[in-house]
């Protein structure tokens, strides 16, 4: 019989992580405090402000929660009710719920991406989705198979349900968060503009062989992963999806953690609004740009949380879910293992 080996502690993961000097900020919440940890370069030490990529689109999803419970919009939407233009039909229309929950049928990236990618362009590939741009993408855009049929993660479609719920406000997607969800929440150092003034504190990109990387611009994908933070602001907005949470946003909060469908490969997750749900009711999601990489995640019944955020453009999910394991094991709750 073969024994299970006992979960690291908090401290023992972070020490046998070697970084090479980039900034990188672990926040890890338990209902004793928050501990911060710190390293390389970071202009404002645990203060310093990241990109925090696909993370952005649960805030996204958290709007259209809030905006669907103010009546503005409804789950069931079609998008093609909010946007000037709408990919071709696949069976029914699109919904906005299909467009948090990766079940648009859309694919990943929009159509025509593919050589900025490979261009010079590749350094900031979606700056150039103005509104015309994204319009012509959007019509030649193929579903790949019928709404609502299966779970394929898709950047295209967090963006277009950050268009669409902004459109539908009447205003644009940076005032939206601002006026919604990080006005709100006392999120001060959140959002997708960097202030002048702050700019000295983010902290310098690299791309995933290490070279200098600068921000990216996500033009009217910007729900899609255009929002900076730092690891004490995403810390204050993952406890608004805690279970004892009562203050702003929190009936759209517990919306939002609401299982929706299976979410395909990613081992026993489902899908809720934007967020990933994992064994033992586990949230959480990651997000990369091309100079940065971010986890949070966290046990809304414990109030447990980790938040990762890295100024190097490689992969830290697995660690992120390790360290959520081990401070739930902190702090007396059941740290289930994760099979993704």
Not at 24 to 44: F, M
Request: charge should be neutral.
């Amino acid at each position: 019989m073969r024994r299970s080996r006992p979960t690291p502690t908090v401290d023992e993961l972070l020490a046998r992580r070697t970084d090479d000097g980039t900034g990188v900020v672990v926040a890890v919440r338990t209902p004793e405090g928050t501990a911060y940890h710190a390293r390389g370069e970071l202009p404002d030490g645990a203060a310093s402000i990241l990109e925090i990529g696909s993370v952005t689109k649960t805030m996204t999803a958290l709007l259209l929660a809030e905006l669907a419970r103010d009546g503005l919009v409804g789950l069931d939407d079609p998008v093609a009710d909010h946007l000037p233009v709408a990919p071709p039909v696949v069976g029914r229309p699109i919904t906005l719920l299909d467009l948090a929950t990766h079940h648009s049928g859309l694919p990943r990236l929009p159509h025509g991406s593919l050589w900025p990618a490979i261009t010079s362009e590749r350094h900031d590939p979606y700056a150039r989705y103005d509104e015309a741009t994204l319009s012509a993408a959007v019509l030649a855009t193929r579903p790949k198979v019928e709404p609502g049929r299966r779970f394929g993660y898709s950047n295209l479609g967090g963006g277009l349900l950050g268009w669409a719920l902004a459109r539908a406000a009447g205003t644009d997607y940076a005032t939206l968060l601002a006026d919604r969800v990080t006005g709100p929440l006392g999120l001060a150092d959140t959002g997708v503009e960097l202030p002048a003034e702050q700019a000295h504190r983010l902290a310098p990109g690299h791309g995933w062989r290490g070279r200098p990387a600068g921000r990216w611009d996500l033009a009217l994908l910007a729900g899609a992963g255009g929002v900076v933070s730092t690891a004490a602001d995403l810390q204050r907005y993952v406890a608004a999806f805690d279970t004892a949470y009562d203050g702003p946003l929190a009936a759209a909060a517990a919306d939002a953690c609401t299982p929706r469908h299976p979410a395909g490969r990613v081992g026993p997750a489902k899908v809720a609004l934007g967020w990933l749900v994992g064994p033992a009711g586990m949230l959480f999601h990651d997000g990369g740009t091309g100079g940065y990489r971010s986890f949070a995640g966290s046990r809304p019944d414990l109030g447990v949380s980790v938040v990762v955020l890295s100024a190097r453009a490689r992969g830290l999910t697995g660690f992120g879910i390790l360290l959520l394991r081990a401070a739930v094991a902190a702090a007396g709750g059941a740290a289930a293992r994760p099979e993704l």
